[in-house]
């Protein structure tokens, strides 16, 4: 018990600070949460990508089987949900929800200032690695679960592969290899961009919650807490041994699979008409719960 309240105190209470100031503020100062979640899509996040990705030193072996753990997870994940929603006679978009949910885990704004604090700074690269696997795999299956009706998966697919930090993570990785040192005002650019991302990411998420309103928890909200704070760790725990995972490779894979449901569903949700309620809810459910799961999970790895 001793070690679970300093890692409850030091890792994840200067988080939810930062993210309670954007609940408490953002309504007040009337910040748009849109433009910040658009800012921090399309210009910060690819900067930290790239800072990342064409600095990083990792071995590609372990950066294959770290993404292979987390593909994993996520296929099963959202398999095992469309397996219990039709086990249980849930409507199609209820399922559907459900999918999105246990998928698409918000291991950006929330999941890397988290392993920054709990694994240090020299976790950031496989923080980043297991950032682009994950929103680029459920953003897939995700929008793929919620437009089955009317899209086709390729249709997804090319919505995935036009993430702009998915577009970045191939010239950083030739930067890397080719050993290329950037002139110093565009490196000392992208690397001011790069370092805005975290407290952006938080402060928008912040502001993005206070947007819900009051929450209405159903059974189906329990369910799908249950899948993304529960079972995806404890699932992406057994896969990590098979992949020969260990230390702080392994650690890091199994705390971003133990991130709380991503606000980023609940604009697919709202996009096409899925559920945006028990989805919504879902996302402010599982930031709050993940404040005691994270904090076992964290122990344990």
Partial sequence: MRELVPIFIDTLIPVFLIV?????????????????????????????IFTILS???????????????????????????????RLLGRPAKVTAALVLVAVYGNVGNFGLPVITFAFGEEAL???????????????????????????????AVGTALRTPALLVALPALLVNVANVDLPLF???????????????????????????????????VLLGSGLRLL???????????????DGMAAGVTIAQSAMPAAVFTSI?????????DLVTTTVLLTTIASAFTLTAVLLIV
């Fill in 231 to 245: 079972l995806a760790p404890v699932l992406t725990g057994l896969l990590v041994k098979g992949f020969a995972l």
């Fill in 268 to 276: 697919i949700a709202i996009e096409h008409d899925l559920m945006p």
């Fill in 55 to 85: 600095r990083s030193d990792l071995e590609a072996d372990v950066v294959v089987r770290v993404m292979g753990a987390l593909a994993l997870t996520s296929f099963a994940m959202g398999f095992v949900a469309l397996w219990i929603g």
């Fill in 125 to 155: 690269p496989l923080a980043g690695v297991a950032f682009l696997t994950v929103n680029a795999l459920a953003f897939l299956i995700g929008v793929t679960a919620a437009t089955w009706h009317r899209l086709s998966p390729m249709q």
């Fill in 186 to 220: 565009a490196d000392r650019s992208i690397g001011l961009l790069a370092d805005a991302m975290i407290p952006v990411m938080l402060l928008t998420l912040g502001v993005q919650l206070a947007g819900m309103g009051r929450p209405h928890i159903s059974r189906d």
């Fill in 20 to 48: 309670g100031i954007g609940y408490l503020l953002g309504p007040r100062l009337e910040i748009d949460a849109r433009s910040l979640a658009r800012a921090a899509y399309y210009i910060l996040a690819p900067a930290f």
